[in-house]
């Protein structure tokens, strides 16, 4: 009995391992440009359950499949609430979005409205000749550089596009013309990510951090960001309540959508749901939805134009399958098999947010047998659990065939490949992200052909990671590629033997 109890007071007060740190800050100074990666080394150390301290704030780290699983399965409730974060909280509206909302009632009642009403498989299929109409656009301004023989920056043509779809999809506007207008948005969103990605001491030091944010000019950065963005939301709404065209469902956009619930809430009398929730959710739509979405283009086209076998072989297929066609249709991306597996493994590599948002315990609750406090803030590495070498052959090789005949997939029941989170925070909007990213990408690669620019060899290329924490930028954006326009007659029937139809 004294040996069990003894055990028992032995698990109680063990701490999972960390790294020795500095007195105050903890472990704040070890994190780098890149915490995704200084994590990673520090697991290889320390295992993939560690407790570190940043400031003040205890912090769990995960860096494998089975911790994650434990986190995002067998303890989910445990593990579902979001670490407050001081810019999240002024971009939100004091977070009054879904994305940063602790976990609770109201957030179940928000994420419901964004499951149920913005990302319903007819939603997001209303949203197709959308999709069509701005990708036709890129394939004709894309014809036009290849025609003049001009270079084009795939950093610039992927967020242009993606963030031409959101526009039209969430705010009924196309980007030209509108209060954002091309480099205008870029730089918003550059400087957004700068500042989310900055280090904000109130997160780490209560009490006394928001003197030095306010100081670090952290305070003024935040206001302007959030007077522009908070400008333009306010003039798409009035534009939207001012408009006298009444949509029918299949064509809302989503101000519509969310204008609409707002409408049906006031008049059933309840007031949870305000102007704000409004805003907020459009800020989450606007800055979970643009970046990512490019991130993942730029490192798939990157990837194939550095493994040039790959490219053949998954251009050979699509070319295949449309037979001469102009364009594919979204019907026709179900036939490419080698396809999806590129899209995968760019997920796999490339995971654009490689430490999901971070989360926070809601209860004392516990990892691998440790007792781990309520209110710890927890990241999943899952960009190191996509690398690990226990689970991965060759990891760091970009090997799409390893998924053929794997069941492994993105969609958070796998938890070695979590690109999009997993579980009760999963990102609702995977449907919609992949509709658009599978479809811009096959057609780039159906009509032209890619080169590296200024006779850059493929080996030369480097593949390096940009800084970033959260949402996460890479260096790339400003990677040139030369393009060729295909003649399609050519590629009626390319000879593929290595993939073939179910
Ligand atoms: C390639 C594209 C995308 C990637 C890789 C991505 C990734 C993620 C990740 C990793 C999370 C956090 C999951 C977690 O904490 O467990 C997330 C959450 C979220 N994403 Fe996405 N996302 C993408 C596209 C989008 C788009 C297009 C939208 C909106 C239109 C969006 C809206 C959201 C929202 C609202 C949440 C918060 C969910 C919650 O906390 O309940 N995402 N996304």
């Known amino acids: 009995l004294t040996k069990k109890r003894r055990r028992h007071n032995f698990m109680i ?76 909280g002024k971009l939100t509206y004091n977070y009054v979005d879904v994305a940063f909302t602790s976990y609770s009632e109201y957030w179940r009642e928000k994420r419901k ?213 102009d364009r594919l249709t979204e019907k026709d991306i179900d036939n490419l098999k080698y396809f999806k597996m590129v899209i995968k493994e760019t997920l796999r590599l490339h995971t654009a947010v490689p430490l999901l948002v971070s989360k926070k315990t809601t209860a004392k609750t516990q990892m691998f047998g440790y007792p781990i406090q309520e209110g710890v803030r927890v990241f999943i590495n899952v960009w190191a659990i996509a690398r690990d070498p226990k689970v991965w052959d060759q990891p760091e090789k970009f090997i799409p065939e390893r998924f053929k005949d794997s069941l492994v997939d993105y969609r958070g029941q796998h938890f070695e490949l979590l690109p999009f989170g997993g579980c009760r925070r999963i990102c609702p909007e995977i449907n919609m992200a992949m509709a658009t990213i599978e479809f811009v990408l096959a057609n780039m690669l159906h009509r032209f052909d890619w080169k590296l620019s200024d006779g850059m060899t493929p080996e030369e290329l480097d593949l390096e990671e940009g800084r970033g924490f959260t949402v996460f930028r890479k260096s790339l954006s400003s990677l040139c590629l030369s393009i060729i326009i295909v003649d399609l007659e050519l590629h009626v029937h390319p000879c593929i033997n290595h993939i073939e139809p179910e």
């Open 13 to 88: 007060h063990k701490q999972p391992p960390s790294p020795p740190g500095l007195p105050i800050i903890g472990n704040l100074h070890q994190l780098g440009a890149r915490p995704h990666q200084s994590l990673t080394r520090f697991a290889e150390r320390h295992g993939p359950v560690m407790l570190l301290r940043l400031g003040f704030e205890p912090t769990l780290v995960l860096s494998s499949a089975e911790a994650a699983k434990e986190a995002l399965k067998t303890r989910d409730v445990d593990y579902s609430s979001r670490a407050l974060s001081f810019c999240w």
């Open 113 to 325: 409205i964004c499951v149920v009403e913005l990302v319903n498989l007819k939603r997001v299929q209303s949203f197709q000749p959308v999709r069509t109409e701005v990708t036709d656009a890129l394939i004709q301004s894309l014809a036009a550089s290849a025609a003049k023989g001009e270079a084009v920056d795939l950093g610039e043509v992927s967020f242009e596009l993606t963030a031409s779809i959101i526009f039209k999809i969430a705010f009924g506007r196309s980007l030209k013309g509108s209060l954002m207008d091309g480099k205008g948005l870029e730089k918003l969103l550059h400087e957004t990510t700068a500042v989310l990605g900055s280090f904000a001491a109130a997160d780490f030091f209560p009490y006394v951090g928001w003197m030095a944010d306010k100081l670090s000019g952290l305070h003024s950065r935040l206001d302007r960001l959030f007077e522009r963005f908070d400008g333009f939301l306010e003039g798409v709404i009035q534009e939207h309540l001012n408009s006298d065209k009444l949509k029918d469902k299949q064509h809302e956009d989503i101000v519509d959508v969310l204008l609409r619930i707002h409408r049906e809430h006031v008049r059933s009398g309840a007031t949870w749901f305000t102007m704000n929730n409004v805003k907020a959710i459009l800020i989450d739509v606007f800055l979970g939805g643009i970046d990512t979405g490019a991130i993942t283009l730029v490192w798939a086209l990157a990837e194939l134009v550095k493994n040039p076998e790959v490219m053949k072989k998954v251009q050979d297929e699509i070319r295949h399958w449309t037979s001469g066609k």
